[in-house]
């Protein structure tokens, strides 16, 4: 059973664009859920990390939104440098340990 | 201050073979963990070690070990591969701490593992 799941899968903006992306998560005890930016090529990138519902972090044209079932990722008057895969992570307890799960991730494209 | 290094970049195997993946993670980082991403299953968790300890592991078969040198740096073993552990093999690091444990994880740029 998917315990994190993100969507959309893909999208494409043109630049100047807003949009959010989604992380709808089902595991018990949430430690944490952590957004990361992975570019073609290279591993992730640490983004944020949000630990209770109504929590929010931003960064430059990004914010993170979390509540008990969900997380967004907002991003600002997009810019051709954004584009990348948007992945999503949780760790809870899930099968009676704690681990770290990742979602599929939405691959973002913006365009000139 | 060095970010987390994986060596080789690319590899190409056999069906059989065993294979070797390395490991050095930023300096002063104890944890290391390994993950393997693949187009279908995404970003999937390996394991994790922390000062030459396996702290936690994940659902995959024990042909995938690893393990911690006192250094921190990190090797991960896949033997008998086969055509299904073609992937890209990710590293990361942390400091390490209980409540540092998989977060704001250092990855590398991975390994690419082709399997024929």
């Known amino acids: 059973e998917d315990q994190v799941t993100q969507s959309p899968e893909a999208l494409r903006l043109q630049e100047g664009e807003s949009s959010s992306l989604n992380c709808s998560y089902t595991?018990?005890?949430?430690?944490?859920l952590f957004w990361y930016r992975q570019d073609p090529g290279k591993g992730p990138e640490f983004l944020f990390t949000?630990?209770?519902a109504g929590e929010e972090k931003e960064k430059e044209r990004l914010k993170a939104t979390l509540t008990k079932k969900e997380s967004f990722l907002h991003i600002t008057a997009t810019k051709p440098e954004d584009s990348a895969t948007y992945l999503c992570?949780?760790?809870?307890?899930?099968?009676?340990?704690?681990?770290?799960?990742f979602g599929q991730g939405t691959r973002l494209t913006i365009n000139p | 201050k060095a970010g987390v290094t994986q060596t080789p970049r690319y590899l190409i195997k056999t069906r059989g073979q065993q294979v070797t993946l390395s490991c050095s993670p930023i300096?002063?980082?104890?944890?290391v963990s390994w993950y393997q991403q693949t187009p279908g299953q995404g970003l999937q968790f390996l394991f994790e070690?922390?000062?030459?300890?396996?702290?936690n592991k994940g659902n995959f078969p024990g042909r995938f070990s690893g393990r911690q040198f006192s250094n921190s740096r990190s090797e991960m073993n896949v033997s008998t591969l086969e055509l299904g552990d073609s992937a890209l093999y990710l590293c990361?690091?942390?400091?390490?701490?209980?409540?540092?444990?998989?977060?704001?994880?250092?990855f590398g740029s991975g390994t690419q593992l082709s399997v024929l």
């Open positions: 992570a949780v760790r809870g307890l899930i099968q009676g340990a704690q681990k770290l799960v």
């Open positions: 300096s002063g980082h104890r944890s």
């Open positions: 990361a690091s942390s400091l390490g701490g209980y409540r540092d444990s998989m977060e704001k994880l250092f």
């Open positions: 949000l630990y209770s």
């Open positions: 595991v018990s005890g949430l430690r944490g």
């Open positions: 070690y922390f000062s030459e300890t396996q702290r």
